[in-house]
C-alpha cells in the first residue's frame, strides 16, 4: 500500500504544473528574461498568408505590418487578453507589436 501511495504522490508531482493556467477573462502578463532572447517563428494555415502584428494584445488594436509566414521573431512578452486569446509582444524587424500566440511555433 505504502508503495502504490509513493508512486501515486511521484506520478502527481511530476505531471502536476508548476505554475497555474490564467481562466478565461483573466489577464496576466510574463515578462522573459531580457538577458537571453527568446525567439518563435510565425506558423500560419498557409505558408503564403501574413500574420498581423498589431499595436496591443487583441483584435481590436490596428495593425502595424504583416510578418510573412516562416519568419522568426523575438517574443517579449506574453498576456492572456480579454478575447480569450495569448497574445506575445515580439519584436521583428526593428518593430515591436503584439501577435496571437496560436500562429508562433517552435519558440527557442
Known sequence: ????????????AVASPVKAHVKPGMVAT???ATRERYYARVCTRDRYSRLNLRTGPGQDYDIIMKIPNGSTVVLLYRKHS???FYWWKIRYMGNQGWVRA??????Y
Not at 102 to 107: E, F, H, T, V
Request: aromatic residues 8%; charged residues 20%; contains cysteine.
Open 1 to 12: 500500500m505504502l508503495k502504490i501511495l509513493m508512486a501515486s504522490a511521484l506520478v502527481l
Open 30 to 32: 510574463e515578462r522573459l
Open 82 to 84: 480579454y478575447d480569450g
Open 102 to 107: 496560436d500562429y508562433l511555433c517552435g519558440a
